[in-house]
Structures are given as C-alpha cells and as structure tokens.
C-alpha cells in the first residue's frame, strides 16, 4: 500500500527556518515525482513544486520559485520542503503527493503556523 | 486568481446529477491530460479522475471526467451527502503543475 506520512504541526515565530518531511513506503521513491501543494486557510490548492527522487530533478513554481527549497533524501524515502526565513502568510496546509501527470496519493498534510 | 477556471459553489439534491465546469486554455487544458480530486471537509485531497475520463480503483462509476477543447468537466450523478466537498481540477502548463480554483459542491 503506497503511503505518505508528513511531519507534525509547527507553530513558528517570522524570520525562522523551517523544514517539514514527507516519508513514502510501498513503492519505490526514486520512480516517481514528489510534489507539493500549498492550502491556505479557506482557500484552494496551489502548486509548489516537485523533485524527481532518482536524480534530484526538481521544478517549481514560479509563484515559490526562490522562497521555498525542495529536497529529497533517497536512502530513507523521504522529501523535504524547506524555508529559510519564514513569513506570516506562510501559514497553511501542505501537503505532498505522489506522481506525474496526476497525483494519485496524498501525505496527511502539515499544518505550519507562522505568527508572532 | 488560478490558471484554470471553476465555478466557486454548485449545488443539487440527493439522488441527482450535478456538473463542475474546468476552463482553461490551449497552453493547459487544450494540450495536457485532466485529473480531478475530491477534498472532504478537514481531509487531504483524493484523486477522483484521471487522463480526463479514467478512474482510480475505488472510485464509483458515480463519478465521471470528460474533456473537449480547453474545458473539462466532472459529472456526478446519484448524488449523496457524503458527496459534499470541495472540488478541484488540475492539469499541466508549460510542465508545471496547475489546478482550478476548486468548486464547493453542496448537496441540499
């Protein structure tokens, strides 16, 4: 059964770096495109972005291209969505999700909360 | 504002049919492969349709995706409760990602 398990829930302060994880199982991570979609609260999904596990090819945005980093780490099936300076309007729902052209399973979610 | 355009709500009472519109353009729509997913109230998005008209194991023939041009559109007939969601349809431009707006689906 594919699976994608994200990190927990953060409550961080602006100007901090954050890094929230995505770890996959029952398939082979470097096959397929790992992406990551944005939910603002009440609002739609938007893409960020995705990374290529099997050579770190990775694409975003260019509505995030520049404020996030995405990253993946193979020998423990895992991607990464990376801030280094975070903002208010940060705040949302990330998720990540498996697959090109459609995302055919999704992570949990991590909900970030950036707020002074 | 999103590169493929929804309605923001449709509504329909149980047992019916209801239709969610997807417009885009030539760049998106016109050349690329739609998929659908389905969002429960405080749950993670579900791919419901995709290669415009297929459906993943589990999804109900309930549930349909057409596409013609630059629109696409997702059926869903026999409606139920448990239908109520929201919405999206997402596609490729320029091989990057995109979605619609989502549709906030009521069900009466």
Known sequence: EVQLVQSGAEVK????????????SGYSFTTHWIGWVRQMPGKGLEWMGFIYPGDSDTK?????????????????????????????????????ARGSPHFDSWGQGTLVIVSS | ????????????????????????????IGNNYVSWYQQLPGT?????????????????????????GTSATLGITGLQTGD?????????????????????????
């Open chain 1, 60 to 96: 975003y945005s260019p509505s995030f291209q520049g404020q996030v980093t995405i990253s993946a780490d193979k020998s423990i099936s895992t991607a990464y969505l990376q801030w280094s300076s975070l903002k208010a309007s940060d705040t949302a729902m990330y998720y990540c």
């Open chain 2, 1 to 28: 504002q999103s590169v493929l355009t929804q309605p923001p709500s449709v509504s329909a009472a149980p047992g019916q049919k209801v239709t969610i519109s997807c417009s885009g353009s030539s760049s998106n």
């Open chain 1, 13 to 24: 302060k602006p100007g901090e770096s954050l890094k929230i994880s995505c770890q996959v």
């Open chain 2, 84 to 108: 109520e969601a929201d919405y999206y349809c997402g596609t490729w431009e320029s091989s990057l990602r995109v979605f619609g707006g989502g549709t906030k689906l009521t069900v009466l």
């Open chain 2, 44 to 68: 993670a998005p579900k791919l419901l349709i995709y290669d415009n008209n297929k459906r993943p194991s589990g999804i109900p023939d309930r549930f349909s995706g057409s596409k013609s």
